[in-house]
């Protein structure tokens, strides 16, 4: 059974209905190919979204949806334990109504996929991927849905999940040793929409506010993530009073926790014009800053954006990818430089690091256009669009 569509798209997860929903009523036609039988995903786990990521959202037409689920951070606190120097970031100072915002990945998807399924796009749930290949004038897409083997063909082919399933010549992967281990965890003191980034030793602790609680990411070296995570809940909290410090006040409960490894992988270029990686599909970055996902939103937009300013006849042609690349050669460098810089440089308790640590943080919050250039790169991204 063979189709043919303008564009095909891999993985109907968020950024791939991202793109999708970018492209509806232009006159492609698009097919998503999701591997779940619903485009469904009760996940708690919570995202950081940018400013830029809502802008994006809203243009979509699904963050009216999500904006009743979702809680805003108006306040971005940084600091190091066992060191001096802080930087605050606040909505006020950069002229914005929130920094960005903060909803459960279930709750981004439910809004996300509705819209999806109100487009012209023909979805294709259930369809287990199992080959894309590309020829001079087309790309193939094999796939098994319903016991059947099937393929369709499209003018190009966009890969926007499965990052970790590219084989390791196909990608470039750097290990932190670390994984996140993540819960939402409740506060003696009401968040106030502030989030907190606090650098320790072991790698950050994030808190997201959430609803009236607090998503954790807490990064933790491998070898003690199987004890953190067996922990009696009242140890836990101890220990994370301990990491943490108090200034929200005692922690008085969280939720069953999780976790999953942290590392950094950016794709090799597609060696056709023809198959693009776009999401997770192209990178995977570490979670500070929560840089990640707002990436590969940035990436369908403004793929979405070439698309439609490209003939359909020219669809798949190298000019368009090469200016694909050209485009978001800078966010994705930038992003990914900036996360691992943190990571490297915060993640340890040497003392002349520490020092040189808390004297970036002071001058952060001492100079206010250094602040606001801060605050716009992890709103917007590296590249201003």
Request: glycine share 10%; charged share 20%.
């Amino acid at each position: 059974m063979t189709d043919h569509v303008d564009i095909a798209i891999i993985g109907g997860g968020p950024v791939g209905a991202s793109l999708a929903l970018g492209l509806r009523d232009s006159g492609l036609s698009v097919a998503v190919l999701e591997a779940r039988q619903t485009l469904e995903a009760p996940d708690p786990r919570a995202l950081a979204l940018s400013e830029g990521c809502r802008l994006i959202l809203d243009r979509l037409g699904a963050w009216a949806a999500l904006a009743p689920h979702a809680t805003a951070i108006e306040t971005i606190h940084v600091s190091q334990r066992g060191g001096l120097g802080r930087a605050l970031l606040t909505a006020e100072q950069a002229g914005v109504a929130a920094l960005g915002h903060v909803a459960e990945y279930g709750a981004l998807y439910a809004a996300l996929a509705g819209r999806l399924l109100e487009s012209d796009a023909m979805i294709l749930t259930g369809a287990r991927v199992t080959d894309v290949a590309a020829t001079t004038d087309h790309a193939a897409v094999r796939y098994q849905r319903g016991g059947q083997e099937r393929l369709l063909t499209a003018r190009m082919a966009v890969l926007s999940e499965g990052g970790r399933a590219l084989p390791a010549h196909m990608r470039q992967d750097k290990d932190y040793g670390q994984s996140a281990v993540v819960a939402t965890v409740s506060t003696q003191r009401p968040h106030g929409r502030r989030a907190y980034e606090r650098f320790t030793a072991e790698g950050p602790i994030a808190l997201l506010p959430l609803g009236d609680d607090y998503a954790l990411v807490w990064t933790t070296p491998a070898a003690r993530v199987e004890e953190r995570l067996a922990l009696p809940d009242a140890e836990f909290l101890v220990q994370l009073q301990a990491a943490f410090g108090d200034r929200q006040g005692r922690f008085t409960a969280c939720t069953p926790r999780a976790a999953f490894p942290l590392k950094l992988t950016l794709a090799a270029p597609s060696t056709s014009p023809r198959v693009l990686r776009i999401g997770n599909a192209a990178h995977v970055l570490h979670p500070v800053a929560g840089q990640g996902f707002n990436l590969g939103v940035r990436d369908a937009w403004q793929l979405a954006q070439i698309l439609l300013d490209t003939p359909r006849e020219h669809l798949g042609e190298a000019v368009l990818s090469g200016a694909y690349a050209a485009k978001r050669r800078v966010d994705v460098l930038g992003g990914s430089l900036m996360t691992d810089i943190l990571v490297e440089a915060f993640s340890n308790d040497r003392p002349l690091l520490g020092h040189a640590r808390g004297a970036a943080l002071v001058l952060l919050d001492l100079l206010p256009p250094l602040k606001n250039l801060f605050a716009r790169k992890m709103m917007f991204g590296a590249q201003t669009w």
